[in-house]
């Protein structure tokens, strides 16, 4: 089919990489179809609530080095439950997604290109479902979505944990202290378990394997003991100890009450630690910082490749798929497949194996 306008948007939490994907749809479409391109602002709310602006060639020349995304992004505007204060100040659930349909006809798009980690492109499953012809781009820092080799962002995130290692060992190294590096990754430990195995981490703690706190304790001890007294520890977020739940923060923004928010793990393992032997410890939370800044090569090429691939997918028909990274190739696979499965490191993988072969501790 020919593609005469068509709208991008931009969903859950951003990560760089981002703007290579809408760099790329635009100049696909303006290039190869003579399109026009429609950027919905702010993820689904400017989808809901009618808040757009043109893309151009010309204004998304200089956009490829740029984290984040020009569009805006929000992990809170799911048009099917989008919650609201009512005048009373409780919280209501309301169903937006007639208007979202209703300004998609309205602004006449021949299809949506839909960037997002899992939850976006869940909604934009159930968008497709309403009539919206959809392509799903996937995009987490986590890397943790199901039908992709990689998200980009990760990468990059990953580095920016690695270059974090890096320092904590000079520092730690000096104060002869315990280090510990918290990341991201809620249900996923690609970050710790690769940044670590590059950062040289000492103990390395994943979703995937709860930890044991005498096994952590025990390397820090054989440190000690071999004439090393620091250690270096990378913990991701949703890490938790045997027998006990993951750490999470209270949410304080009235959308996202019932969300869990990850961070804390790496206070709560510092004060453990604390207790039981005599040694300084310290613990940095990379949060944020790993989702900012510059994309690196890797995942402005893959945010380049699968925007590109993105608009021959909606040329030929294929709507109702995500576009993902099949490594060397960039391939199809239905959203309908995905259905909210995150993709954790299995448990029998090479990359655990090769970490704990090299005496790195994950803590059982
Ligand atoms: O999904 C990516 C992620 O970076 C998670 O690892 C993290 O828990 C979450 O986003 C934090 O999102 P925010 O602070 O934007 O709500």
Redesign the pocket.
């Known amino acids: 089919m020919t593609l005469k306008r068509i709208g991008i948007l931009t969903g859950g939490?951003d990560c760089t990489g981002m703007n290579a994907v809408i760099r790329a749809i635009t100049r696909v479409a303006v290039f190869q179809q003579g399109c026009e391109v429609i950027g919905i602002e702010q993820g689904f709310d400017g989808l809901i609530f009618n808040r757009v602006q043109e893309l151009t060639t010309a204004n998304t020349r200089d956009i490829l080095p740029l984290g984040g995304t020009i569009l805006g992004t929000t992990?809170k505007g799911n048009p099917f439950a989008y919650r609201e204060l009512d005048e009373n100040g409780v919280i209501q659930e309301h169903d937006y997604s007639r208007q979202a349909l209703d300004n998609f006809k309205r602004l006449k798009l021949d299809g949506l290109f839909v960037v997002g980690?899992d939850g976006t492109l869940q909604i934009a499953y159930k968008l497709f479902e309403m009539g919206i012809p959809v392509i799903g781009i996937p995009k987490?820092?986590?890397n943790d979505l199901e039908g992709t080799d990689y998200t980009f962002g990760y990468q990059t995130a990953t580095q920016v944990a690695c270059d974090a290692l890096d320092r904590l060992h000079t520092t730690g190294r000096s104060h002869q202290r315990v280090m510990i590096l918290e990341v991201?990754?809620?249900d996923a430990g690609w970050i710790a378990l690769e940044a670590g195995i590059a950062g040289r981490a000492h103990i390395i703690l994943i979703p995937e394997i709860p930890y044991q706190m005498d096994k952590v304790l025990e390397k820090i001890k054989l440190r000690q003991g071999g004439g090393s007294p620091y250690s270096i520890i990378v913990v991701a977020?949703g890490a938790r100890e045997v027998g006990h739940d993951e750490i999470t923060l209270k949410s304080a923004s009235t959308r996202l009450q019932g969300v869990k928010?990850?961070g804390g793990v790496g206070n709560y393992l510092a004060e453990q630690i604390t207790r039981q032997i005599d040694l300084e410890v310290r613990c940095t939370v990379l949060g944020?910082t790993q989702?900012g800044g510059t994309p690196n090569c890797f995942d402005r090429v893959l945010g380049t490749r699968l925007g590109a691939y993105a608009v021959q997918a909606a040329v030929e028909g294929e709507f109702g798929n995500m576009v993902a990274l099949k490594t060397p190739d960039i391939s199809l696979v239905p959203l309908k497949s995905l259905a909210g499965i995150v993709r954790k490191i299995p448990l029998t993988s090479q990359l655990i194996r090769c970490a704990e072969d090299i005496r790195i501790s994950l803590g059982r």
Do not use: S
Request: glycine share 22%; hydrophobic share 15%.
């Open positions: 939490g992990n980690g987490t820092i986590d991201m990754g809620r977020e928010q990850y944020h989702r």
